[in-house]
């Protein structure tokens, strides 16, 4: 099924359109659900202007769940049709589905996020992206839902993404971390800390 959310922020549909920008280049996260549990993909993008972030659109899977028939389909559809930064996923069960995209010619795309270290690295920039206001998410029950069922525990460490309850599902949670660990991660001339959008061009194009 699809779905979305407006957690932190609330911004109305027409608000929210405006916000998006022309051809975004995307930035996918994915959290394979086990067994009982819910498999969700979400896609980033990056508002330059704003220098915010938003979310573009999300798939959440209720189980059981078919990786071939439901979420493979709907990935190929995903970087078949929109410019793709990357697709960051929890190697743990994606075998498969990363084999099936690899052969597809997508194999450069995929990024494995260690589920020891660099989730936690996700879970930090999630935190920070939302607190500070610069993550912007349209309204969805479904996704609000697994915001709720998330908690936040700090460590020495920083941030882990646990469940409140081990019967509620978070995927939606998990996999938008890994989104905004991509996206926040993407190198060029403007994710310089020197790039200003007053004083600098983005398209050769625009140049005098």
Request: negative net charge; aromatic residues 10%; hydrophobic residues 40%.
């Given at each position: ?14 608000e ?82 990363t ?22 690295h ?71 800390p020197?790039?200003?959008t ?11």
């Amino acid at each position: 099924m699809d779905a979305g959310i407006s957690a932190y922020k609330d911004k109305s549909a027409f608000e929210y359109n405006d916000f998006v920008p022309e051809d975004p280049i995307l930035w996918l996260g994915m959290d394979i659900g086990i067994k009982r549990d819910t498999t969700a993909i979400t896609a980033v993008f990056h508002n330059y202007e704003e220098d915010k972030f938003g979310l573009y659109g999300h798939w959440i899977f209720e189980p059981p769940v078919n990786m071939v028939t439901q979420v493979e389909p709907r990935l190929m559809w995903l970087l078949e049709t929109f410019r793709v930064g990357g697709l960051l996923f929890d190697p743990y069960q994606a075998a498969t589905t990363t084999q099936t995209l690899a052969v597809a010619g997508y194999g450069d795309l995929l990024v494995e996020v260690n589920q020891s270290t660099e989730m936690v690295h996700a879970a930090n920039i999630l935190h920070a992206l939302c607190t500070s206001g610069r993550l912007i998410l349209y309204k969805d029950p479904v996704l609000r839902a697994h915001f709720s069922w998330a908690n936040d525990e700090q460590t020495e460490r920083g941030w882990h993404i646990k469940k409140r309850k081990q019967t509620m599902p978070i995927d939606g949670v998990v996999a938008l971390a890994m989104s905004c660990l991509g996206i926040t991660g993407e190198t060029g001339h403007m994710q310089h800390p020197s790039y200003s959008t007053k004083s600098h061009s983005r398209s050769a194009l625009l140049l005098p």
